[in-house]
């Protein structure tokens, strides 16, 4: 009987579905199998924090990134970091990011990117993998994206040059794995789940912010120079 509650989550909601709301009633949520809450996440000192103690207590948006030298993740972030926490207390949410890198890239990331809330790392990929988060490139339409600055000329020649100066030179984790946004908590309960079906195929963060009752934020400011 505890297989099936063990298998990967893949009920997907679509960036080009209908709008979606946050179920509410006994049977609009699904439950994240205990075996995959258990699971370890690690913090910037490397420090193991059980997946399910990040959203027991409360309600949470948590996005999978692809990795760290992604150039549209890293300007998804940096879009992120603008949620002013003040937004997130008034709703009681928690934003919390998570990536595939070894945790010693957490704290040059995040300078990187200006990102102050929740961040954790998950070197192995298990969590990924149990919540059916895809490898690979799925060819389809994504629309252009409101949080990417960068084309793909210019965001992969930085990426390549943060990888070769960086203290260490990985990848900073799968080049292949594509990421995700859940919205989890309180407990062991998946309010609403989009697997990215590629790079570009990211949830835009006012349309999950709605789902929360967060406060949209205005991500129309640009800095005229986007450093390496």
Request: glycine fraction near 8%; aromatic fraction near 8%.
């Amino acid at each position: 009987m505890a297989a099936p509650s063990e298998a990967p989550v893949t009920r997907q909601v679509s960036g080009h579905a209908a709008p979606a709301q946050v179920p509410s009633g006994p049977e609009s949520w699904q439950p994240l199998a205990a075996a995959v809450a258990e699971l370890p996440v690690l913090d910037a000192s490397g420090r193991p924090v059980p997946f399910g103690e990040l959203f027991r207590e409360r309600r949470a948006i948590v996005v999978f990134v692809r990795h760290f030298l992604c150039y549209i993740c890293k300007e998804y972030v940096e879009d992120l970091a603008k949620i002013p926490k003040s937004f997130l207390q008034e709703a009681n949410v928690a934003l919390i990011v998570i990536g595939q890198s070894s945790y010693h890239h957490i704290e040059p990331f995040c300078k990187l990117t200006g990102y102050s809330h929740e961040i954790y790392v998950d070197p192995e990929r298990e969590i990924y993998k149990r919540l059916g988060m895809k490898r690979g490139e799925e060819i389809a339409s994504s629309g252009q994206s409101p949080h990417v600055k960068s084309n793909i000329l210019s965001g992969s020649i930085r990426s390549l040059w943060r990888a070769v100066t960086g203290p260490l030179f990985d990848f900073q984790g799968d080049p292949a794995q594509q990421g995700g946004t859940l919205i989890l908590g309180p407990g062991n309960n998946i309010h609403f789940i989009h697997h990215d079906r590629n790079r570009l195929d990211h949830k835009p963060i006012n349309s999950v912010l709605q789902l929360v009752g967060v406060q949209h934020v205005d991500f129309t400011s640009r800095p005229s120079v986007i450093h390496v």
